[in-house]
């Protein structure tokens, strides 16, 4: 048999990974994959609990999204998007519209998430200027926020691991303490709280909210910092702060976009609207690289004169819009509708949280299990009364990843979090072997 490891570790950089580690784990080679189920070359079984990165929402292969890409794919694969336009893009704006928070309306298309948040931060910087705020020049994020990888979402972003030794070449921007329910150091929990670490927020804005831009947060979950889940009311807080002052608001969907959290966006928690907002990852369903900035008639406005005026957004993509990617989107609209995606899902959340707690809750390293949707992460620590975390040297999330992956289950932690985050119409026998393999993995590392 040829051998595709070896041809493969000859040629290819694989994303986000220490490649010596591939030494001891070399790739697994996908043949094929249906729903929930991977299979390898060697006829090897795993069941995608991550979603491939998130991003997968209905399934791989699923039928209805193949033949809709394979219709759209005899008549036209793309185009330039710059004065020219298709049914796709057109029609996909018109549902997307649909269920969008209300008053965003205009749709920026981009081929990636961090694309996206370039588009959105670089919209926001431009409309300031254009509205006579030219002074208005700085970002504020959160701390352990992540909104991509390029140099201006890395900007934005906190997270040392991703961002650290890129420092120097980086823009300035405000970090500004994040939530952290887990570890609350107000002795409050999600439940009872009035979200006291807001005041972080203030001081931020007293101080710098007359020279800021924009305010960009990840919504409710701060996902690549280990599923950080934080309460709706800290958004309607940011919501009113940024009405008062002027600053916009950016909420990153990327990961949370699509029914992640239960309700079709993580800001339908909160009823609020930001003034600009980013979705990729599910918005193909995980098929195709697509994302969209989407914002409002009124930042839209500000760009909106005569050429000579030399307001226009003079920013593009090549592969903006691209048929193939829209007709995926269309196809996961008609699917979440005429299935009701969301509705199943919420039920099926319910189940997922009650066996992981039933299976985990009582685990002498599990610090806690925290869910939204279907989303349900344990944070594994060394002591659950000082919630002291392992010692990462350790790399205890690793080592289960890889006795999972043994066991076929791909469950890829974020550092000692491990987490669940399945395509929305998984079903109950695949969950409960999910949890099955993940206590046999987590077993054989930590006892
Ligand atoms: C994945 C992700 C991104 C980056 O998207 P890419 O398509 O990987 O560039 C940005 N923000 C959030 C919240 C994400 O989860």
């Known amino acids: ?62 039928p209805k999204i193949n033949e809709r890409i394979k219709a759209q794919l005899d008549s036209l694969e793309h185009v330039i998007f710059a004065n020219f336009s298709h049914r796709p893009a057109i029609e996909l704006c018109e549902e997307l519209m649909k269920i969008v928070p209300k008053g965003l309306q205009k749709f920026n298309f981009a081929d990636n998430g961090s694309a996206s948040v370039e588009c959105a931060l670089k919209m926001a910087f431009q409309f300031q200027a254009q509205t006579g705020h030219a002074e208005r ?20 972003g906190s997270m040392d691991l991703y961002a650290k030794i890129y420092q120097p070449m980086l823009m300035e921007a405000t970090h500004v303490e ?61 919501r009113q702060l940024c009405d008062e002052t002027g600053v916009l608001l950016i909420v990153d969907e990327i990961a949370t976009g699509f029914g992640r959290t239960g309700k079709m966006f993580a800001c339908d928690h909160a009823g609020i609207t930001p003034d600009i907002m980013c979705i ?38 090549t ?28 039920q099926m959340a319910v189940y997922l949280h009650e066996k992981m707690t039933e299976r985990f809750a009582e685990h002498k390293n599990v610090g806690e299990i925290r869910h939204i949707g279907l989303i349900n992460a344990m944070e594994l620590v060394a002591d659950k009364k000082t919630k002291s975390p392992l010692d990462s040297k350790r790399r205890t999330g690793y080592q289960i990843y890889k006795k999972a992956l043994k066991e076929g289950l791909l469950l890829r932690p974020l550092g ?7 395509p929305l119409n998984i079903d109950k026998e695949t969950l409960d072997l999910a949890i099955e393999k993940c206590d046999c993995a987590m077993r054989a590392i930590l006892d």
């Open 1 to 62: 048999m040829e051998n595709l490891v070896e041809k493969d570790l000859s040629y290819i950089w694989h994303p986000c990974s220490q490649m010596k580690d591939y030494e001891t784990l070399p790739p697994i080679i996908i043949d094929h994959a249906r729903g929930t189920r991977l299979y390898d070359i060697e006829g090897n079984e795993y069941i995608d609990i991550i979603s491939s990165w998130w991003c997968n929402l209905l399934g791989h292969c699923n």
């Open 137 to 156: 020049k700085g970002f504020m994020c959160l701390s352990e926020g992540y909104h991509g990888e390029t140099v201006g979402a890395l900007s934005v």
């Open 178 to 238: 994040a939530p952290d329910c887990y570890r609350c150091p107000y002795g409050k929990t999600r439940e009872n709280c009035s979200c006291e670490c807001f005041e972080h927020m203030e001081r931020a804005f007293s101080e710098r909210a007359k020279e800021t831009a924009a305010v960009i947060v990840e919504p409710l979950l701060q996902g690549s910092a280990g599923m950080r889940i934080y309460p709706p009311l800290y958004l309607k807080k940011l």
């Open 280 to 317: 990729s990852k599910a918005l193909t369903g995980g098929y195709m690289p697509m994302a969209i900035t989407v914002t409002t008639q009124r930042i839209y406005d500000a760009f909106y004169a005569d050429y000579s005026e030399g307001k226009a957004f003079m920013h593009s993509h």
């Open 319 to 346: 592969y903006s819009g691209n048929p193939l990617a829209c007709s995926a989107a269309l196809a996961v609209q008609q699917i979440m509708r005429e299935e009701h995606i969301l509705e199943k899902a919420q």
């Open 416 to 422: 000692d979090v491990l987490y669940f985050n399945p």
